[in-house]
């Protein structure tokens, strides 16, 4: 299976304590790239883990379900919050649309997709706790 793609979230961006980062990248046969650093605390951490390629194609239906595929950026004045981008492919081999959409606060629409993609990182054991 070609390994493409099919989700990137990043959080990205000044906190009261300093900066902050995280992206996820999930391709299609189910690799997961997971990387983080904070300026605050000095620490940097990167790992990969798998998950079966159904599980990747669940998640990418999952999200389109709740919008993801169409929903527009958040048009909020926020400070002191990371600012966080998710981009969602779809489509086989060369005819791929990728759809970006970023946010301050998991509100409404932003926040049911935030939480879809955290339950489906908790329960692939991703990750230990909600992302922040």
């Known amino acids: 299976m070609p390994l493409s793609p ?3 979230y990043s959080s990205a961006g000044g ?6 980062f995280d992206q996820i990248t999930v391709y299609s046969n189910g690799l997961v790239l997971l990387a983080g650093a ?8 990167a790992r990969m883990a798998a998950v079966s ?33 998710i981009s969602l492919a779809s489509g086989m081999g060369t005819n791929v ?3 970006s959409f970023s ?18 990182l908790l329960d ?3 990750i230990e706790s909600a992302l922040e």
Request: net charge negative; aromatic share 6%; with cysteine.
């Open 15 to 20: 906190t009261l304590l300093g900066l902050e």
């Open 38 to 45: 904070q300026s605050f605390s000095n620490t940097m951490s």
């Open 53 to 85: 390629p159904l599980e990747v194609l669940e998640l990418g239906r999952e999200l389109a379900r709740l919008g993801a595929a169409a929903l527009c950026d958040q048009t909020y004045d926020v400070t002191d919050v990371p600012l966080k981008t």
């Open 6 to 8: 099919v989700l990137m």
């Open 97 to 99: 649309t990728l759809h």
């Open 103 to 120: 946010y301050w606060l998991p509100t409404d629409q932003h926040g049911m997709i935030e939480a879809a993609l955290q339950h489906w």
């Open 124 to 126: 692939n054991r991703l």
